[in-house]
């Protein structure tokens, strides 16, 4: 078992946040295609986990968090069929933001806050849900 994301040489590599703001409220981002998608993204080489996410969780949302504990992860393909390994950390803000102000960057068309009990008839990947579920138990929400 790991306390942290193993190491990843010759593959890329993305940072995902199932992110808290208020109670059982995460913030999801729609893509054009209308899937639902976890904030945050690709690191950039030397990039550590938290500093990348932390970069892409203000690039995508213009929100800063206060914390990222890491908690899955797993070697998958993205859009173009290359093998990425997504990390997914725990992370809550250091605000309590309103719908107001979240910027939403171009790669997505919406962001909202769901309650964790509503998200299940939305289209995001099922490795994803499993990440959500796992990250309510471990923050006791």
């Not at 990348?52 to 393909?77: F, N, P, Q, V």
């Not at 997914?88 to 605000?95: E, P, R, T, V």
Request: hydrophobic share 40%.
């Amino acid at each position: 078992m790991f306390d942290k994301p193993p190491k990843i040489e010759g593959s890329p590599v993305s940072a995902k946040a199932v992110l808290f703001a208020r109670k059982n409220m995460i913030l999801l981002l729609q893509k054009t295609n209308g899937q639902w998608d976890l904030p945050g993204g690709k690191l950039r080489p030397g990039e550590s986990w938290t500093k990348g996410l932390a970069r892409e969780i203000l690039e995508e949302t213009g929100l800063e968090i206060e914390s990222a504990d890491w908690i899955s992860g797993w070697m998958g393909l993205n859009a173009n069929d290359e093998h990425v390994y997504r990390a997914i950390f725990l992370c809550k803000l250091d605000c309590k933001p309103k719908k107001s102000s979240i910027s939403i960057s171009g790669e997505h068309v919406n962001g909202k806050f769901f309650e964790v009990a509503n998200i299940r008839g939305l289209a995001i990947p099922e490795e994803y849900l499993s990440a959500i579920d796992h990250a309510a138990v471990r923050a006791g929400r």
